[in-house]
């Protein structure tokens, strides 16, 4: 049976309860025999804070680069609003991914069929929408040098963003484009501003010479960004797998996502590059919504996004593809039967607790199991 290691690191505000349902599950497939999962759990964000004056402690930071797989919750909070910018809770999200080496952001969006209502679209345009925007994570204008902005003494400022990419930062993030597009519905598309952009210019470049290579059974073509962003709101289901930069990716997948209803059904992954001796990847998995202090400590958060970011780890990180699927179906078969949370709560339909919802999937994905 393989075995992996699990660092569990809650977070703050719903963080800790979302996660609880994650623990369920995990603990469901310790006890059935399916995999052995050895669970460390750690602080992060503002628990790590007020315990250690740290967001993350170099002792939590040395378990997650020792892990398989990091399930995160949420950080943040009013609580640490004043604490010095280096030590936000969000200190914790930033380094983690740094530090793992996190080049790839996978966000997929899904339509679950008993949801479609829920969306700003038409339900013919999203009922059972299943894409996933690869975005790049490490590189690009958010950390391209120089980033000034510089007095020029004449009542006039200079504000500079530097967008830079290198062969390798873009054929790495393609590879796993093209790899994850293979185990779907083969095709990806890739986006950038290469009318406009030398970066894109570059980016276009090497994805193509990547596809011809290596990848030519995929099925591939180009979309200018902007176009992009039309497209998903127009015909979002032309998409497969959709690959780009930091910065594009930053606001497609936030347009993606919004396809799909709520912020409590939105699951992510961050991929690190295969190790050269196991070929495992680091990586992390968190649901996109923050620490919903509003809502915290009420037991009504919805915890489907952090379920469903547990299933990618499941698909991603432990060879478990065949449980994710159920795991998708579990849930999918919850919602089909009437249960919501109020984030997500329709008329005729029964609300339930953040409880109630992560034991009605793990009834359900028994129920599939066995
Ligand atoms: P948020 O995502 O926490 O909440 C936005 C709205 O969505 C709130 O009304 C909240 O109640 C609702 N919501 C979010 N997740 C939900 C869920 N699972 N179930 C039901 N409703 C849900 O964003 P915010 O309010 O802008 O930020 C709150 C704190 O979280 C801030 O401190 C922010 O910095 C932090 N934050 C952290 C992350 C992260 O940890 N990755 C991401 C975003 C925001």
């Known amino acids: ?90 200190a914790a999200l930033l380094r983690l991914r740094k530090d793992l080496g996190l080049f790839a952001n996978l966000r997929p969006a899904i339509c679950y069929p008993a949801l479609a209502d829920a969306s700003t679209l038409k339900r013919e345009l999203v009922e059972g929408l299943d894409i996933l925007i690869v975005r790049e994570l490490t590189g690009g204008v958010y950390f391209g040098e120089p980033k000034e902005i510089v007095d020029l003494g004449n009542g006039q400022k200079r504000a500079v963003d530097t967008q830079v990419y290198q062969t390798y930062e873009i054929e790495r993030i393609a590879r796993v484009a093209f ?27 090497v994805v193509r010479d990547l596809h011809r290579r290596d990848y030519a059974d995929v099925q591939f073509e180009h979309i200018l960004a902007d176009n992009c962003g039309m497209q998903l709101v127009r015909a ?51 649901p996109v919504h923050g620490s919903a202090p509003d809502i915290a400590g009420k037991g009504i958060a919805n915890p489907i996004a952090t379920i469903a970011s547990f299933g990618m780890a499941l698909r991603y990180s432990f060879g478990l593809g065949e ?22 709560m329709q008329p005729g339909m029964r609300e339930v607790s953040t409880t109630q919802m992560g034991e009605a999937i793990a009834r359900e994905l028994a129920a599939l199991g066995g």
Do not use: C
């Not at 919602?335 to 109020?342: A, S, W």
């Open 1 to 90: 049976m393989a075995a992996f290691n699990i660092l569990v690191l809650p977070g703050d505000g719903i963080g800790t309860e979302v996660m609880a349902e994650v623990e369920r599950l995990i603990d469901w497939f310790n006890g059935q025999g399916i995999a052995r999962f050895e669970v460390e759990r750690g602080l992060v964000g503002g628990a790590a804070y007020d315990a250690h004056g740290e967001a993350i402690s170099e002792e939590t930071m040395a378990h997650a680069l020792a892990s398989d797989a990091v399930m995160f919750g949420a950080v943040g909070g009013p609580k640490w609003d004043g604490v010095p910018y280096d030590k936000r809770p969000e």
């Open 323 to 344: 449980w994710a699927d159920k795991l998708d179906v579990a849930i999918a078969n919850v919602l089909d039967q009437g249960l919501r949370t109020r984030d997500i």
């Open 236 to 286: 979002p289901k032309q998409f497969d797998v959709i690959v780009t930069d930091n910065l594009f990716g930053d606001m497609l997948s936030d347009v993606a996502a919004m396809l799909t209803g709520s912020l409590g059904m939105l699951p992510s992954a961050s991929l690190g590059a295969p190790d050269e001796k196991t070929g495992r990847r680091k990586s992390m998995y968190e």
């Open 179 to 205: 790899e994850l597009a293979r185990t779907r519905r083969n095709k990806v598309t890739s986006s950038d501003k290469k009318n406009v952009m030398k970066s894109g210019v570059l980016w276009d470049e």
